[in-house]
């Protein structure tokens, strides 16, 4: 069996789609799985499924979504016998390990590998697997169900993909693909401009394709948002690296012996 929640919430077995009833069964599913194989408390599940405002028969309502559940993973086919997949288990409910995958530990385990990859410099291979592990997203983590709970959960997954775009591009730059890497990330770019991590690579992008006027405009572009936006003006790193610029430095043209992982939330380079 296999559950999808890197885009709109599916599940599917022996090549055939399970049909989940509905948003409070899609986010039982989603919570689970995410946490596949430990113990979900009924309270924490009912959040999930209703925010701060649950029905009165919560509980009741919660073990029919979990029958529903059971059904429709059971369903009318010999050849998906996962019924008991989802088991009971005080104080609350578990999906069960055993012949169930799901995209997003999959996609956490890419990640993982491809950080020890780094570590010790196999750079082509981090680039694959990261290029495998962002090739998994279908859309938005959690796309077709919208409670608060799991909001909160895809904007943190959502934060992790774009560190992971720009890890993957720091590799690509290491591997001489200055071009593609300019290419990807100026859309990125559009579509998160307040991102200096993703700035910082497609600037060294840019410069290392000859474009050094474009990845000065590029700084100047992003320092005049933050400036009118936030009143705030660019990190250390990013500043340091326009400096760089300016002076033409020579270690640009130069890919580091690793690349360094440009980590926005901290606003620094590791």
Avoid at 3 to 11: F, H, R, S
Avoid at 200 to 211: F, I, K, N, P, Q
Wanted: glycine content about 10%; aromatic content about 4%.
């Amino acid at each position: 069996m296999h559950v999808y929640l890197l885009g709109p919430i599916e599940v599917s077995c022996a090549e055939h789609q399970v049909p989940l009833s509905g948003h409070h069964q899609r986010a039982l599913v989603a919570v689970l799985a995410s946490e596949l194989g430990k113990v979900i408390s009924a309270e924490r599940l009912i959040e999930t499924m209703w925010g701060g405002h649950p029905p009165r028969n919560a509980r009741v309502k919660l073990q029919g979504c979990v029958s529903g559940l059971r059904k429709a993973l059971g369903g009318a086919r010999s050849s998906c016998p996962h019924r008991g997949s989802l088991v009971t288990r005080e104080p609350g409910y578990l999906l069960s390990p055993d012949g169930v995958t799901v995209d997003l530990l999959q996609y956490r385990a890419l990640l993982r590998l491809s950080d020890g990859e780094i570590s010790d410099g196999q750079v082509a291979a981090a680039a694959g697997h990261l290029g495998d592990a962002l090739a998994m997203w279908r859309g938005p983590a959690y796309a077709d169900v919208r409670t608060p709970v799991l909001c909160g959960m895809a904007d943190a997954l959502e934060r992790g993909r774009l560190l992971a775009v720009e890890r993957k591009a720091e590799c690509d730059l290491r591997l001489g693909r200055h071009e593609a890497v300019a290419e990807e990330l100026t859309a990125v770019l559009a579509a998160h401009p307040f991102r200096e991590g993703t700035r910082a690579v497609l600037m060294l992008a840019l410069y290392r394709c000859g474009c050094r006027a474009e990845a000065l405009e590029c700084y100047r572009i992003g320092r005049q948002l933050l400036h009118e936006q936030l009143g705030i003006e660019p990190g250390t790193p990013l500043r340091q690296l326009h400096e760089r610029m300016l002076t033409d430095d020579p270690s640009l043209a130069v890919p580091p012996s690793r690349p360094a992982r440009y980590d926005a939330e901290a606003g620094q380079s590791r």
